[in-house]
């Protein structure tokens, strides 16, 4: 086989969470944007940049489905890889987000293909839990949230393309499993001893959840009120947990995993950037600056390492 060829046949699903960090990236610079009347336009630089990459990561995938489909499958019905399926899905939804405003009809078919594509894998994930043979405490880590969680993404671009009992389902079924993933989450961290090296920094996803809920709690209601401020607050409180140990974060060997780091980051930011512009508090302000100024150097490095790394071939190789 063709080095080549064994690259492709080893492209991990996981390259679409590389999407996610840029979509959230991208959203977040438009929200700044909007909130800071900033004279210049960084966003639709972003998104365009974000789109081709989209496009480039889902040929190549297509193509590995096509030429390797026991490969596509074994990351499928793989334990720990399974939790990266619905990063293709999550994707389009924040591509539909970030379209939202500047083409709607385009966001409207994103959002439709990506949710309905994203119930159908978390359909699939519930029931491989609840019957299944092959999960053991050692293959939990925090990218289990992405399949359930990842729902309450949906609200988001949602509320604005169905009827909002649409994104009212969606969210009580991310709501739901949230907790029940965390206690989880928590009993395998603390009785079963770390995560292994190349998951660590799937622990910056503990941010997600409450971060994004923050977000969709807002679409769905208009407001920022007490059941809000409860979200965003658990959201900030993780992240303030894992920038403490950024200095072991730092030490560890650069994977691909590294981009869990992105999108909670971009979530926050996101998160904070509402509470600036509805409360109009100066505190918000500097903080949702200071975040996305630390977004921004989190992307800029991740970019960096991970094209230095396809550059010395050290990703797309078998076990990475």
Known sequence: MSDENARLKNFPVAWFSVIMGLAGFTIAWGRAEQTFELPFALSPWLLAATVLLFLLTAGLYAAKAMKYPAEVKGEIVHPVKLAFVPTISIAMILLSIAFL?????????????????HLGITLYVLASWVHHTKYEIAHLNPAWFIPV?????????GVHHAPADVSWFFFSLGLFFWPVLTAILFYRLIFHGSLPERFMPTLFIFIAPPAVGFISWFNL?????????????IGLCFTLLVLSQVSYFARLKFFLSWW????????????????????GAALYAQLSAL???????????????????????KICVEGH
């Open 101 to 117: 405003h500047s083409a709607p009809d385009l966001s409207f078919w994103l959002w439709s293909v990506g949710t309905v594509l």
């Open 291 to 313: 975040l996305l100024a630390l977004l921004t150097a989190v992307i800029v490095v991740l970019l960096v390492l991970t094209l230095r790394a396809v550059w010395q071939r």
């Open 260 to 279: 869990a780091y992105s999108f909670p980051v971009a979530a926050i930011t996101i998160a904070t950037l509402i509470m600036a512009r509805t409360t």
């Open 149 to 157: 969680v990842g729902n309450i993404l949906v609200p988001i671009a």
């Open 221 to 233: 209601t208009g407001e920022v009120d007490a059941f809000g401020k409860i979200l965003y607050f």
